[in-house]
């Protein structure tokens, strides 16, 4: 019996160590802005290339493995994964096809996000890459005025 247990024990350190391994070339940052991602209301601010002005109003929220939010003219909503600082977009709900002026930013806004696979804060700014690239950036809804 304490064979089983030993193996049982060991199956679980082995998954627990692996599940969720750094990157050796990335530093890791605070638990506190680890967790800040979840529960915070994220304003879009800029996709990566700044080029492009974000849409007006466009947000996400992160919960529990779900994310909701607005793209600029439709609902967004789906499961994200994440890991450390690995992070993606796995599944979006149906939404609402609303025309806009913003329709185009829309678009590029969720193409981004099923792009993306990790995530960085820095100096209070959401930045979510793919690979080194930054593909979206946001801040929180606290520290922006909106109207």
Known sequence: ????????AAIVAMTIVSG?????????????????IEG?????????DHRIKAPEKAWIELKDGRYVGFAGCNSLSGRYERCGHELRFVREDPHTMIACKDIDKDT????????VNRYDI???MLVME?????VLLFLPASSISIR
């Open 122 to 124: 820095h100096d209070g």
């Open 1 to 8: 019996m304490w064979k089983y247990v030993r193996v049982t």
């Open 20 to 36: 969720c391994a750094l990157k050796p070339d990335r530093a890791p940052v605070p638990v506190e802005a680890v967790r800040s």
């Open 40 to 48: 915070v209301k994220w304003i879009l601010t800029g996709f990566g």
């Open 130 to 134: 793919k690979g080194k690239e930054r």
């Open 108 to 115: 590029l806004f969720r193409k981004r996000l099923r792009e």
